[in-house]
């Protein structure tokens, strides 16, 4: 992966996304960068008395109605030790509860072609930092959570998202839970904005940009390995086993996701999938916890 100009991210080749054999580190070929001025190394502002951790996210369209934003309210509640305020960028608040904060979404230019998660990059435009503060946690409008969340919030680093379950050798991360720093974050939204229909060419989705965009800048970091599941790969017993065991929370897990089929309701219900591999019993447990 190169930059296009001075600050775009449009070119890629397998080469480029590697991990060291020997070390286990990361080894890269782009050019030094930053998300902005000394990303890597400003301190985190302390939080006033009173001060509340920053929760986004973001709806749009008709695939998740109001009650998903609403129970992740409530799991948030559920789940955070400490005061909380959960933002939600929108191009419909009818529905949502008076106790969210409801923003515009900033104007994005999404490329044509299926749907491929563009549309959160809105989340890393400059105005949004004076809406999320010094830092914020992303969640998916489909993760369901199972513990405490506080940990998300205190963990050190600029940049932290679930590394991507498929792509475990590859620095390449699944969106679905990340933190960042909107002050420092803007580049994103900036260098997609110019560039949008070369970087849709190059990568997949807007995780695969996003990861290569953070680590080009040297910020990229991973969630300890336990604090975030898949649903499908992790919960759902391996075949033949998934027969007669249903799904289970794997010791250590804080998060769910729920990326692709099943969504929640249909992991309450249990049912068949694609691959029988994937057919999984009733999960009661997660209308435990999603739930208004």
Not at 91 to 118: K, M, N, T, Y
Not at 251 to 269: L, T
Request: net charge positive.
């Amino acid at each position: 992966m190169a930059f296009v100009g001075q600050t775009s991210m449009v070119d890629s080749t397998s080469a480029d996304l590697r991990v060291d054999g020997a070390s286990g580190e990361q080894t890269s070929r782009f050019p030094d960068r930053t998300v902005s001025t000394a990303a890597s190394s400003a301190p985190l502002a302390d939080l006033p008395a009173g001060g509340l951790q920053t929760v986004v996210c973001i709806k749009w369209g008709n695939q998740y109605g109001p009650e998903y934003v609403n129970r992740l309210y409530s799991m948030i509640a559920r789940q955070a030790r400490r005061p909380f305020r959960l933002v939600c960028l929108t191009d419909d608040a009818s529905g949502l509860w008076s106790q969210i904060e409801r923003h515009s979404i900033p104007a994005i230019p999404v490329p044509p072609g299926p749907e491929r998660g563009w549309r959160k990059l809105a989340m890393f435009a400059p105005q949004m930092a004076e809406v999320l503060g010094d830092q914020a946690l992303y969640l998916d409008l489909d993760v369901v959570l199972v513990d405490g969340i506080d940990a998300f919030f205190d963990q050190p680093g600029t940049f932290l998202i679930i590394r991507d379950w498929y792509y475990p050798l590859f620095p390449i991360g699944n969106s679905s839970v990340y933190r960042f720093r909107p002050p420092l974050s803007s580049g994103v939204y900036e260098d997609f904005c110019r560039n949008s229909q070369q970087i849709a060419k190059r990568f997949r989705n807007e995780q695969e940009y996003l990861s290569a965009f953070m680590r080009s800048s040297g910020v990229l970091q991973f969630w300890p390995r336990d604090w975030c599941c898949s649903f499908k790969r992790h919960c759902i017993p391996w075949w033949p086993l998934n027969r007669w065991r249903s799904p289970s929370v794997p010791e250590g897990s804080r998060i769910v996701v729920f990326h692709g089929y099943p969504k929640p309701p249909d992991a309450i219900v249990g049912g068949p999938a694609r691959s029988r591999a994937r057919a999984h019993l009733p999960a009661p447990w997660v209308a435990d916890h999603w739930r208004a």
